[in-house]
Structures are given as C-alpha cells and as structure tokens.
C-alpha cells in the first residue's frame, strides 16, 4: 500500500453529511449543514457483508506475463481550471497535495495518485476516447467511509452513485471536470467467484448511508491506492489486442463492449469500454486524460514489455527506467518500477 494517515478533518468526521441511496438518484436535498442523496429502493449493505455467492476454488486463468506484483501509478489529468480541481481532490477526497506549481497539483498520499496539469484545450467529451474513471482502492472499509463522509459534507453534488460488484463495494463520482472517480474497497479474495477462467463481478444497489453508518466508527488506517483504471475506447476487440496481447495483461472478464484485465489475479487493474466511444478514433489535444502509469517491481520487467513493443511494431520510448507508449487512441501509458 502507499498511503498516509487521514488528515485531522477527515479523522473523527461529524455525521451530519449522508446520502439515501439503492437504485438510481432521485433527488439531492441540501439541508443546513447536511447532504442527503435521496434515490429510491434504499438497500441495506453492512460493513463487507457477504454477497449471495461464494467463493469459488476455480482461479483465474493466469498467463504470467505481467509480474504478479504489477500496481497501478498515478493517472495524469488536463483540466482546464486547476485550482477548482485540485481543491476537489484535496478537500473532499483528502488527498495530499506533494507537489504544486502555477500550472501542476501533483495529489496523493505518500506517492502520487492525480496529476493535474493545466489546460487551454476544449472540454473533454465522453463520446471520444480518454478516462472512464481512476478507481482509488482503499486498505479498509472505515478509511472509506470517513472519506465518503466528508465528500456528502463538502461535495454533494458529485456523487454519481453506488454498487455492490461481488468483488469490491464501489462509490462513483465526478470531478469539477466531469472525469469520473471511483472510490472502492474489496471484498477478500476467497469471497470472489470465478467461472471458466473468469471472475463473475455483478452491479448490485449499495446503500452509501448504510456503509457510513456501519463503518465509520471503525479503525481506520487511511490507506489507499490507485487500484484501477478504466478507459473509453474506439473498439474493445482493438483495446484487447495491444493491453492482453501486447502488455501482457490477463482478461478477467467480459461483457457486452467492456474488457476487465488484471496481473497477478487481482479481479482487474484495467478496463476498456466502448459503450459511448465505440469508433472513436485518436484523442485531441484537449482536457481530459493525458496519461496512466503501470508499476513494476524491477527494470527487467519494462525491459520485457519492450521487447513485446518492438515484436509488435508498436512505438515506445525505454529510458533511466521509464518506459513510454501510447495505446492505439493515443492514451500514454507510463511503465515505471516499484
């Protein structure tokens, strides 16, 4: 994990902010210093309660190309108004600005996890290639309930909704800018499910005020990470030929236009969809994401994915242990070691 102790703000929370959800949003209520997200068919979820499901003895289908300790790095955004974006990301997420000039807010805990770069360039539009959402995985389930509290009491307006996935409890959100986060925690490993190679994750209604509720008062260490990325692409047949093929990462899981892909048996590191950018081709020059980094555990590992680069035909850059290549929408894709 690469984390930091919650600020003093975020470590006894009050409970005034707090979200009615289960289905899709109704409405958002704001009253005095409280939030309420009001949806309807609230469902009771308990502190990682158990899905219907249980853990199977079927594995995934590992083809250890990738190392088993592969992680994901920082996700690097343009925006076009830095300030109001960073102070999003500091002040309701709770992440810790590490670096800051005129035109960079370098955010994370004890290593980076967004990266926002400013921009001249026109809004980023969901129908063309970029970020879906960076998916920052948190070490406990109390972590993320004090830091979904301070979001219902300092950003309501963001939340975009919930699910309980078999495999992790997830919280959605927009940014400022409308780049999607997610805000997750997973369910132990001997509790997911797979099936022919494959790990079965679903989509269902995850009550925010319930998890809060039940969760908040537990020890939190205020670890978190970035634990995936996924990204919008032209063709997901397209996507899972350079990410599986060529990187070298194990499918995990499919459905109609999405990929899920992973290292090591993680339920995924990366996902491709087309469900709004199907024949989309290369990224402009405007807001949105600029690039993702992948993390090895030594120089060897980005020696061989340069190897499968250059046996591919596919651009890239390998210097002082930094790997670089762009996927085929232009997405930049950084390699850098532990």
């Given at each position: 994990?690469?984390?930091a102790?919650?600020s003093?703000s975020?470590?006894h929370?009050?409970?005034?902010?707090?979200w009615i959800?289960g289905?899709?949003?109704?409405?958002?209520?704001?009253?005095?210093?409280g939030?309420?997200w009001?949806?309807?068919g609230?469902?009771?979820?308990g502190?990682?309660?158990?899905p219907?499901?249980?853990?199977?003895?079927?594995g995934?289908?590992l083809?250890?190309?990738?190392?088993?300790?592969?992680?994901?790095?920082?996700?690097?955004?343009?925006?076009?108004?830095?300030?109001?974006?960073?102070?999003?990301?500091r002040?309701?997420?709770?992440?810790?600005?590490?670096?800051?000039?005129?035109?960079?807010?370098?955010?994370?805990?004890?290593?980076?996890?967004?990266?926002?770069?400013?921009?001249?360039?026109?809004?980023?539009d969901?129908?063309?290639?970029?970020?879906?959402?960076s998916?920052?995985?948190?070490?406990?389930?109390p972590?993320?309930?004090a830091?979904?509290?301070?979001?219902a009491?300092?950003?309501p307006?963001?939340y975009q909704?919930?699910?309980?996935?078999?495999?992790?409890?997830?919280?959605?959100?927009?940014?400022?800018?409308?780049?999607g986060?997610?805000?997750?925690?997973d369910?132990?490993r001997?509790?997911?499910?797979?099936?022919?190679?494959?790990?079965v994750m679903?989509s269902?209604?995850?009550?925010?005020?319930a998890?809060?509720?039940?969760?908040?008062?537990g020890?939190?260490?205020g670890?978190?990470q970035m634990?995936?990325?996924h990204?919008?692409?032209?063709?997901?047949?397209?996507?899972?030929?350079?990410?599986?093929?060529?990187?070298?990462?194990?499918?995990?899981?499919?459905?109609?236009?999405?990929?899920?892909y992973s290292?090591?048996?993680?339920?995924?590191?990366l996902?491709?969809?087309?469900?709004?950018?199907?024949?989309?081709?290369p990224?402009?020059?405007?807001?949105?994401l600029?690039a993702?980094?992948?993390?090895?555990?030594?120089?060897?590992?980005?020696?061989?994915?340069?190897?499968?680069?250059?046996?591919?035909?596919?651009?890239h850059e390998?210097?002082?242990d930094?790997?670089?290549?762009a996927?085929?929408?232009g997405?930049?894709i950084?390699?850098?070691?532990l």
């Amino acid at each position: 994990m690469h984390s930091a102790k919650p600020s003093s703000s975020r470590s006894h929370p009050s409970r005034t902010g707090r979200w009615i959800a289960g289905g899709a949003v109704a409405a958002l209520l704001l009253a005095g210093a409280g939030a309420w997200w009001l949806v309807a068919g609230s469902a009771d979820a308990g502190p990682l309660a158990s899905p219907t499901s249980t853990g199977s003895p079927e594995g995934p289908a590992l083809t250890g190309v990738l190392p088993d300790a592969t992680e994901m790095g920082a996700v690097e955004l343009a925006v076009t108004d830095l300030d109001a974006t960073a102070a999003y990301y500091r002040d309701a997420i709770g992440l810790t600005v590490l670096e800051e000039s005129d035109t960079r807010v370098v955010l994370g805990h004890d290593t980076p996890l967004i990266q926002l770069d400013a921009s001249d360039g026109g809004a980023d539009d969901p129908r063309t290639a970029g970020l879906y959402h960076s998916a920052i995985l948190f070490a406990d389930a109390p972590s993320l309930a004090a830091t979904l509290q301070n979001i219902a009491e300092k950003a309501p307006q963001s939340y975009q909704g919930s699910a309980d996935h078999a495999v992790s409890l997830a919280f959605y959100f927009g940014d400022p800018e409308g780049n999607g986060v997610e805000l997750y925690v997973d369910r132990p490993r001997d509790e997911w499910v797979w099936q022919d190679g494959q790990v079965v994750m679903g989509s269902e209604a995850l009550d925010p005020n319930a998890f809060i509720e039940q969760n908040l008062s537990g020890d939190a260490t205020g670890d978190a990470q970035m634990g995936h990325v996924h990204l919008r692409v032209g063709d997901v047949g397209e996507a899972r030929a350079f990410y599986a093929d060529v990187l070298g990462f194990d499918v995990t899981a499919e459905s109609d236009g999405a990929i899920f892909y992973s290292a090591g048996g993680y339920h995924h590191h990366l996902a491709t969809n087309s469900w709004q950018s199907a024949g989309a081709g290369p990224r402009g020059d405007g807001a949105g994401l600029r690039a993702l980094t992948i993390r090895l555990p030594q120089a060897s590992d980005l020696d061989a994915v340069a190897a499968r680069l250059v046996d591919a035909d596919v651009a890239h850059e390998l210097a002082d242990d930094v790997l670089v290549t762009a996927d085929p929408w232009g997405n930049t894709i950084r390699f850098i070691t532990l």
